[in-house]
């Protein structure tokens, strides 16, 4: 790269005039190996919090490759929590529905997942 | 009567994200968001704790940065990045997400129009010719050809070969009447003579050659050749190129899907042959299944870290080039509709013609 041996003879372009991905893509190689160079020497105030993103990002990819087989890992190790929701799961179904007295077809249970707004 | 304010107050969540992505948009976008924060394109502080947020975030200014404000102006559509060629509903899209195991390993680069843009051209041509007797073929010729780099265009080679499809069973007392006979007629003199004979590179070299006196002829040269410029190494990126090997079932995709829908109708002044061919095709187009986008481009997620970064940083450089080259189309389409409207209103002044507002008038954009 040219630019390593000239800082600053490269400057960032201005917002009005725009760079092609090409030279944003070189640009961004240019400080990259600038910053690899000198790393001991300079201070980077773009590289933490670059990795600090790609950091996050990773996170959320590793996320989402544990999140797509949770059913999975959970029915592995501990198939008895879904024998006991099944039993609770059907003590609470008498109270779900109206018994004596209440219309028939009113719930008294919300069904699973609802939000209640609060009322004030 | 007014009734008293009820007491209910809606609580202000701070620093809450205005959209939540479901697990299967998170990760894709995510080894995505990796690659364009390592090229540049996305910045750090564009992270607001969402992958497909950061990605929208660093795509959306590249894409101002690239001239889509100017595109906007002329053409309707959009440049996206979907896991899906074709638009799903939501019900087909849980559909897909409930049969997919894993992570998606593709996504696509995306770009397509939901009309197509009307560029008049008769006035301008003949505008051209007062300059230079081939100077009408070359702009013509350079200027479509890098239309089709971008987009399926719609002009008189189309309205030809429609209006020949129809003329076959039409009787002659039929033929006399119809509007598919006057596609031919229409033709501009200076386009029939040398279309066939003008070849892209000699066109090119005579737009640089050819000095017209007129400003707004030399504009348009510069601005065409601004275009050429922009776009000059890529090809049309249409779905058809994309192959079985880099993308299993994509070739089962395609075949129910219908040839993509044109970005722009070429005619010689609105409402003319061609534009009455054009809206003929229009009405059926769609009907048997989805119209393939216009530009397509896979990206492969599953690559190491510096293959991916090649695969997007030339999916990216498609979309710098074609974004900047609609950018000077979309000048030269307002300098050919200015045009336009000066021989409208040119016509209308001149002694005895009927000055009443007609359809050509009326630009439908």
Not at chain 2, 49 to 78: I, L
Not at chain 2, 95 to 118: F, K, P, T
Not at chain 2, 356 to 361: D, K, L, R, S
Request: charged share 25%; proline share 6%.
């Amino acid at each position: 790269m040219n630019c390593i041996g000239c800082p600053g003879a490269c400057p960032e372009p201005a917002n009005d005039v725009l760079p092609s991905t090409r030279e944003v893509v070189s640009i961004v190689a240019s400080k990259t190996e600038m910053s690899i160079q000198s790393a001991n020497t300079r201070r980077r105030p773009d590289g933490e919090p670059t990795k600090r993103v790609m950091q996050a990002l990773e996170d959320s990819l590793q996320a989402n490759t544990k999140a797509s087989s949770s059913i999975m890992e959970q029915l592995r190790q501990c198939p008895e929590a879904f024998k006991v929701g099944e039993i609770l799961g059907k003590a609470f179904d008498p109270l779900k529905y109206a018994q004596d007295g209440g219309e028939l077809g009113d719930r008294y249970l919300p069904p699973a997942g609802v939000v209640i707004p609060p009322l004030v | 009567m007014i009734g008293l304010p009820l007491d209910v107050t809606f609580p202000k969540l701070k620093g809450i994200r205005w959209r939540y992505c479901t697990r299967w948009d998170e990760g894709p976008a995510a080894v995505l968001g990796m690659s364009l924060l390592r090229l540049g394109i996305c910045r750090p502080n564009d992270w607001s704790g969402s992958a497909v947020d950061f990605v929208e975030r660093g795509f959306r200014r590249f894409c101002s940065q690239n001239g889509a404000y100017d595109v906007k102006s002329v053409w309707v559509g959009d440049l996206r990045i979907t896991d899906s060629l074709f638009e799903l509903t939501e019900q087909e899209r849980s559909q897909v997400e409930a049969e997919r195991e894993g992570m998606i390993d593709h996504l696509y680069l995306v770009g397509d129009y939901e009309a197509a843009a009307s560029i008049p051209i008769g006035a301008t041509l003949a505008r051209l010719q007062a300059a230079h007797n081939l100077l009408p073929v070359a702009f013509y010729e350079v200027l479509t050809t890098n239309l089709y780099k971008w987009m399926r265009v719609y002009d008189y080679l189309d309205a030809q070969e429609h209006a020949e499809m129809w003329m076959e069973d039409l009787s002659d007392e039929e033929l006399e009447a119809s509007t598919y006979r006057k596609v031919d007629m229409e033709i501009p003199a200076c386009i029939k003579r040398h279309s066939k004979t003008l070849k892209y590179r000699t066109a090119r070299n005579l737009l640089r050659e050819i000095q017209p006196h007129t400003s707004v002829a030399r504009e348009l040269m510069r601005h065409l050749l601004e275009m050429e410029a922009h776009g000059q190494g890529h090809e049309h990126a249409w779905p058809g190129q994309i192959s079985e090997k880099d993308v299993p079932g994509i070739e089962t995709w395609l075949s129910d899907a219908e040839y993509y829908r044109p970005g722009c109708l070429i005619t010689w002044y609105e409402n003319d042959a061609i534009n009455a061919c054009f809206d003929e095709e229009a009405q059926h187009m769609g009907e048997n299944g989805p119209c393939q986008p216009n530009v397509a481009l896979p990206i492969h997620l599953n690559k190491p870290a510096k293959e991916l970064d090649e695969e997007v940083r030339r999916v990216f450089d498609h979309a710098s080039a074609m974004l900047r080259s609609l950018a000077s189309a979309a000048k030269i389409v307002e300098l050919v509709r200015d045009l336009y409207d000066e021989y409208l209103r040119e016509h209308r002044l001149e002694p005895g013609f009927p000055a009443e507002p007609g359809a050509a008038g009326v630009r439908d954009e």
